[in-house]
């Protein structure tokens, strides 16, 4: 009698069961991930990031916008800048429980600021964080970003972002039905969130993300520092 060898034994026993199964696990094509599952994963890689670039940009219907720059660990330590179509500027360097602030003059006018006599400063104004601020007050940031999910996810169109194939995912959320969210998802290397899209009537947002786990060099600014009231 001739002994098949393991391999040859394999393959004919996969061809005998054929009829009964689907084909031998070692040819099983891996299950492909839902929008949900996709999601999830971008969600938990972008949280383990230790450095992020985002960026965003808000336009209206009636041609008003803001754009935000934030260079952060997503913990406590980060650069910012926020910009509006009214012509306000806000510049921010958050280290630990220490922030380091330059508003332009007319933020300070429409946050309703004494500005009579005043003008743009090159001076920063630092102070120390107060822990009982409420995230955006004053037009500052903590330095995090909230990734999570919610709504129920389907796919839509692949593409690129910067040079990176990602897939779409769009989201719609009951107690928002006006309005998509469009989470762009890298399909190669780490499942990073590339984009995320929010469009509504008259509204739309985009927030970009790059420069994943680069070095993060957020310093204080090395001169025309002045300590501020607390």
């Not at 949900?36 to 230790?50: D, H, R, V, W």
């Not at 958050?94 to 500005?115: A, F, V």
């Not at 990734?147 to 389907?154: E, H, M």
């Not at 779409?168 to 959320?173: A, C, K, R, W």
Request: net charge positive; hydrophobic share 30%.
């Amino acid at each position: 009698m001739r002994i098949l060898s393991g391999t040859v034994a394999s393959g004919v026993a996969c061809i005998a069961l054929v009829v009964m199964l689907s084909g031998c696990s070692g040819d099983a094509e891996p299950q492909e991930r839902s929008a949900g599952q996709m999601l999830a994963e971008a969600n938990k890689a972008m949280k383990s990031l230790q450095a992020v670039t985002i960026t965003g940009r808000v336009t209206t219907e009636d041609g008003r916008w803001g754009s935000t720059r934030m260079r952060t660990d997503l913990k406590g330590t980060c650069s910012f800048t926020s910009a509006g179509s009214a012509g306000e500027k806000l510049e921010q360097i958050r280290i630990g429980n220490t922030d380091y602030i330059r508003p332009n003059l007319k933020h300070m006018q429409l946050s309703g600021m004494e500005t009579k006599g005043r003008k743009d400063q090159k001076n920063w104004g630092r102070t120390t964080v107060d822990p009982a601020a409420s995230t955006g007050e004053n037009g500052l940031t903590d330095c995090t970003h909230s990734f999570a999910s919610f709504g129920k996810a389907v796919k839509g169109k692949t593409g690129k972002i910067d040079g990176v194939s990602t897939t779409s995912l769009i989201v719609t959320d009951k107690t928002d039905k006006s309005a998509t969210y469009t989470f762009h998802v890298a399909t190669e290397g780490k499942p990073y969130l590339y984009q995320v899209v929010y469009k509504s009537p008259g509204f739309r947002n985009v927030t970009s993300f790059s420069d994943f786990d680069t070095p993060l060099n957020v310093e204080p600014p090395k001169a025309d520092v002045v300590d501020l009231p607390n």
